[in-house]
């Protein structure tokens, strides 16, 4: 699509420079894009449209913080993560 992307398990969880080089996009749930936003406006705001009202999420890489992104890319990872890689380490696989 002429922008990196970040995949897990086949699918995108999240990209470089969609729209503007001084951005990326997660996709988020809906709710956890609104924590996002509520606690880091200045770092987050919804994509334009459909897409941001489904969760997607502009972050403005000028501003935001290592460890702020580091979490929202965790929760993006896991949300699109099959259940096998995205459960917690040393939990036992159901017999």
Do not use: C
């Not at 990209?15 to 987050?44: C, D, K, W």
């Not at 890489?61 to 459960?87: D, I």
């Amino acid at each position: 699509m002429g922008h990196p992307d970040f995949r897990v398990g086949g699918k995108i969880f999240a990209t470089l420079g969609y729209q503007n080089e001084g951005r990326g996009v997660l996709l988020l749930s809906p709710e956890e894009q609104q924590e996002l936003i509520n606690q880091h406006a200045e770092m987050f705001e919804p994509v334009p449209g459909g897409w941001g009202r489904r969760g997607s999420t502009q972050v403005l890489l000028a501003h935001v913080t290592q460890p702020v992104l580091e979490a929202a890319m965790r929760k993006a990872w896991q949300r699109k993560a099959p259940k096998r890689l995205s459960k917690p380490r040393g939990e036992a696989e159901p017999v």
